[in-house]
T-cell receptor, first 116, second 109 residues
Framework: EPEVTQTPSHQVTQMGQEVILRCVPI?????FYWYRQILGQKVEFLVS????????KSEIFDDQFSVERPDGSNFTLKIRSTKLEDSAMYFC??????????????FGEGSRLTVL | RKEVEQDPGPFNVPEGATVAFNCTYS??????FFWYRQDCRKEPKLLMS???SGNEDGRFTAQLNRASQYISLLIRDSKLSDSATYLC??????????FGKGTTLSVSS
């Protein structure tokens, strides 16, 4: 069964360092998302991406965040200068159509980011 | 008011019990509604969509009341494997799915 894959599964970094989280969405999917979940809290929307551009972003997705689809398969989230409060599980997701139409977002297993 | 609010839980029930979860949403323009399930330290997975007419999938029944901006999920004949966190999900705008904090269910034998 096709799946969304994410790397790394866990990354530990020092405050102020740049981090890149990588995702390979399901191959025929057109919409890509990043969500984050701070331990014990809710799954929070960061950004959605379609047709090589951001289609929606939340207040959390400020200037320190950026996304890119550098080739036909990868979808990356970059955090430019990490803060302690960026420590969270970051989930990548993809969907065949806009998630709001079908609700079927397929999530990767997540990348746990720990900022020290 | 939060975009999506859920019963705080946790719900602790014996096997075979019927349990209901509630959810309210703040944006009356929301178009699509879903229940997702999240196991401990795992990714969310779609459980079922919620339609205005109500819908059922085996032991699971979802209801939507647009006038009250209220969504429910009923689980009948609970199984041990139903133990998880149930996330109410809404699309208030565009393509982004907005998640509630979730209600934790623990089913015991």
């Amino acid at each position: 069964e096709p799946e969304v894959t994410q790397t790394p599964s866990h990354q530990v970094t020092q405050m102020g360092q740049e981090v890149i989280l990588r995702c390979v969405p399901i191959s025929n999917h057109l919409y890509f998302y990043w969500y984050r979940q701070i331990l014990g809290q809710k799954v929070e929307f960061l950004v959605s991406f379609y047709n090589n551009e951001i289609s929606e972003k939340s207040e959390i997705f400020d200037d320190q965040f950026s996304v890119e689809r550098p080739d036909g398969s990868n979808f990356t989230l970059k955090i430019r200068s990490t803060k302690l409060e960026d420590s969270a599980m970051y989930f990548c997701a993809s969907s065949e159509s806009g998630g709001g139409l079908t609700g079927e977002l397929f999530f990767g297993e997540g990348s746990r980011l720990t900022v020290l | 008011r939060k975009e999506v609010e859920q019963d705080p839980g946790p719900f602790n029930v014996p096997e075979g019990a019927t349990v209901a979860f509630n959810c309210t949403y703040s944006n009356s323009a929301s178009q699509s509604f879903f229940w997702y399930r999240q196991d401990c330290r795992k990714e969310p997975k779609l459980l079922m969509s919620v339609y205005s007419s109500g819908n059922e999938d085996g032991r699971f029944t979802a209801q939507l009341n647009r006038a009250s901006q209220y969504i429910s999920l009923l689980i009948r004949d609970s199984k041990l494997s139903d133990s998880a966190t149930y996330l109410c999900v809404v699309t208030p705008r565009g393509t982004a799915l907005i998640f509630g904090k979730g209600t934790t269910l623990s089913v015991s034998s």
